[in-house]
DNA sequence: CGGACAAGCTGA
DNA sequence: CAGCTTGTCCGG
């Protein structure tokens, strides 16, 4: 006689909770079966409260034994597909994070009940990863809608508004286009070109044809919280597990870039892309002209729009005393103290003091590191025109002011076209004490470019230095951002930094029995202010490590895989 | 995460 | 030893 009893379809539901990083086993209610998928999103009961969930898995046997099973609560809609479970799984591994993290960013803002109708899409074409070398004044439009035209493409870019306004070109040129995360039902119906930023990386898109990440050198794809996930670097590992081309554009691609297959201008052409470059070499000009070149000056008084770029905030950051020469320091714990309006602030301790020196008791200091506020007094001055001043901090809308100073948020903020992007004290960016530091000057040069545009229309970046012959000042003068790689290569390697090695630092109080915990297939250096640099030969035994390291239960663990800075 | 339960600390 | 805090474990 046959079995009348049917075997129940069981789903494997992983909670939406943090902590939480297990599945577990659910009856599927028939009358559910039809809408439960991988990937369906769920309430389930578990301990006793209702949680939502994703289903990871369906099998007709359960690893719970015997115990009774729980049927599933309810089903909330549309999640994740299938292919995107298995991706958070890969990315989980790969930064140390939970799979909850990066289904939910994989998920709809809202409950889909349901999906409108699909576009067909023709089949697509294989394809590998490639690097485009595209220069800054070059508009990447043409290269994403040609390769959107042939399929429904993964379009990332930096930032959201960038993200939007390619949308908007796309759909007039009558494409079929879904703006990540807010037409998630569309994407998931399949059929359309989805552009977004970071998190676009996750959206859905059943019949992947192609992706594009524009401007990879951008720090804005990597997650600042941790699990530290790279958006470029999830939507590469989609294009790779779908066989489907991936183009990764950017006038200067990270050195981990450096064996990818590089598809460059030629020489003339990328030329045009990139601006004309004034190189100032200051190791002769008087101390007494500060930051402020004869160029400069010629540039501010020539009546074009100017912006400046300082990366130090407040009045001065640095002083030393005007009468005995001895520096301006706290007197509570010795570090330097910055100029403020309550008067002397010491950058360590924040003991605030009278502007004095302790030395001899002079109330005249000088200034020796000026920061924005200060260069904005004396640029005016200089100038004779309005100087207005932004950071990061700013919250007002950019001013109209001919000359604008400010930290580096100066060149995110004030809108193209601009006749010149002055860096006033270049050598702090050049020898900054981060492994990145010569890419993100170039970067930082890149986005200059972005405002003054390529060199036909006139547009000047000028770049005050002590080091004319650096890298990234020549890389920038000949439009030639592989100039930068040779030095940088050797310095990487000497030092065992990627791509010649993959890091991780690991911090909170959990990390020091996490650490001692780790194989010896990798070195943990620390604590340094009670962080560790984990360090492998390459990214698997990093991440193999990190993945089959118990983490300690209770304590707070902060893995971040591949720090932008140390 | 949050509840359950166990092991340690305080107080009369 | 009750009553409470603190820590560890576990959920289907």
Redesign the pocket.
């Known amino acids: 006689m046959a079995d009348l009893k049917r075997t129940a379809l069981i789903a ?2 992983l ?1 939406d ?4 990083d ?6 599927v209610p028939e009358s559910m079966a039809p809408e439960v998928r991988v990937g369906t999103m769920v309430r ?6 209702r ?1 939502g969930g994703w289903v990871v898995g369906l099998s007709d046997t ?4 015997e ?5 599933i609560a309810k089903v909330t809609g549309w999640g994740p597909p299938a292919d995107l479970i298995d991706l958070a799984g890969w990315a989980a591994w790969r930064w140390a994070g939970r799979r909850s993290t990066f289904l939910a960013t994989a998920s709809p803002p809202g409950a889909v009940r349901g999906l409108p109708p699909g576009r067909p899409s023709p089949a697509p074409q294989p394809g590998g990863l490639s690097v485009v070398r595209m220069p800054p004044a070059t508009d990447p439009y043409d290269l994403v809608a040609e390769t959107a035209g042939r399929g429904p493409t993964l379009v990332l870019a930096p930032s959201a508004d960038q993200a939007v306004r390619l949308a908007v070109r796309l759909r007039g040129d009558g494409q079929a286009v879904a703006l990540a995360s807010r037409d998630w039902a569309r994407a998931a119906a399949g059929g359309v070109t989805v552009v977004g930023s970071r998190a676009a990386a996750w959206a859905p898109l059943p019949d992947l044809s192609a992706v594009v990440a524009l401007d990879v050198h951008d720090e804005a794809y990597t997650e600042e919280r941790t699990p530290s996930w790279n958006g470029w670097r999830v939507a590469a590992e989609r294009a790779r597990r779908a066989g489907v081309p991936c183009l990764l554009t950017s006038p200067c691609p990270p050195i981990e870039l450096q064996d990818v297959e590089t598809v460059a201008l030629s020489r003339t052409e990328e030329r045009a892309g990139w601006p004309v470059v004034d190189v100032v070499d200051r190791r002769r000009d008087d101390p007494r002209t500060g930051l402020y070149s004869e160029r400069l000056v010629q540039r501010l008084r020539s009546g074009g729009r100017t912006v400046c770029v300082l990366n130090r905030k407040g009045r001065a950051k640095l002083l030393a005393c005007a009468a005995c020469g001895a520096l301006a320091r706290c007197e509570r714990c010795g570090a330097a103290v910055e100029q403020t309006e309550e008067g002397l602030r010491c950058r360590q301790c924040l003991l605030v003091r009278p502007v004095l020196c302790a030395a001899c008791g002079s109330q005249k200091l000088k200034t020796l590191r000026a920061g924005v506020t200060r260069v904005r007094e004396e640029l005016e001055a200089l100038a004779g025109v309005p100087v207005a001043e932004i950071t990061g901090d700013t919250k007002e809308p950019v001013p109209e002011a001919p000359v604008v100073v400010g930290t580096e948020a100066v060149l995110h903020r004030v809108p193209a076209p601009v006749d010149t992007v002055a860096f006033l004290d270049f050598d702090q960016e050049l020898l900054a004490p981060r492994f990145r530091a010569t890419e993100q000057a170039l970067a930082l040069i890149v986005r200059a470019a972005r405002l003054v545009g390529g060199r036909s229309g006139g547009g000047r970046v000028l770049i005050q230095t002590r080091l004319p012959k650096h890298e990234v000042v020549e890389a920038a003068l000949h439009a030639d951002p592989a100039r930068i790689w040779p030095v940088e290569r050797e310095r990487r390697a000497a030092l065992r930094f990627p791509p010649y090695a993959a890091l991780a630092v690991v911090s909170g109080d959990a990390a020091p029995a996490f650490v001692a915990a780790l194989p010896g297939t990798v070195d943990a250096l620390g604590p340094d202010d009670g962080r560790w640099l984990v360090r492998a030969p390459s990214t698997k035994p990093l991440c193999d490590a990190l993945a089959a390291t118990p983490r ?4 707070r663990l902060r893995i971040e895989v591949d720090p932008v800075r140390l």
Do not use: C, H, M, T
Request: proline share 9%; hydrophobic share 40%.
């Open positions: 494997q539901v909670p909770i943090r902590a939480i297990k599945v577990f086993d659910y009856v389930i009961r578990l301990a006793g409260r949680v359960s690893a719970a034994g115990r009774k099973l729980e049927p300690p239960s209770g304590g």
